[in-house]
């Protein structure tokens, strides 16, 4: 369900989603502390190796409750992010974190998650988005409803998506 390969030939990127602890966590730790990655995310402390190793350790166990699973993301075998469907305040949330180097591949992960949701069973996600990234047009138009929420103190416009069975 979670590896994603590409016909020989194809000129779009092969992606592949690993297990988080299948990806060497100092170049995990460095896509993480990427400027662009961290303005987009709720503030936190840079990364070092050990910090990665335990976020992995919590992404795992987040990954292995039902319903779930979190994935790093690899686009011809490199390191290009990480995401997944995760349990936050009893919703299912879609997290999908890329490097700008392959922000293009955004729709395409996002289709793949939304497909994982499906096979699991969701009938909705959400998506939350910190409020300095802009709105997603193409959000908006497929979402139930968008509304600004708030996460440990920061302001989200959130995204509630139903799972199409159909998809």
Sequence with gaps: MLRTSCASGSQMKCIEY???????????ATLLNRKKIREH???HRLFTVDTVK??????LEEGALPGCTVRAI???????????????????EIAIVIDESHWGLGVRIFHD?????????HEEV??????????????????????????????FTTYELAVRKDA
């Design 41 to 43: 995310l709720i503030d």
């Design 74 to 92: 690899l686009a011809d075998h490199q390191l290009a992010g990480w995401c997944g469907l995760q349990l936050a305040e009893n919703k299912y």
């Design 126 to 155: 959400l998506i939350h988005l910190l409020h300095t990234r802009p709105e997603y047009r193409f959000l908006r138009k497929i979402a139930k409803n968008v509304y600004k929420s708030e996460i440990l103190g920061n302001e």
């Design 54 to 59: 335990q976020w992995v350790r919590k992404k």
């Design 18 to 28: 690993v297990r988080l602890d299948e990806v060497d966590p100092a170049g995990l």
């Design 113 to 121: 998650v939304m497909g994982w949701a499906r096979d699991l069973g």
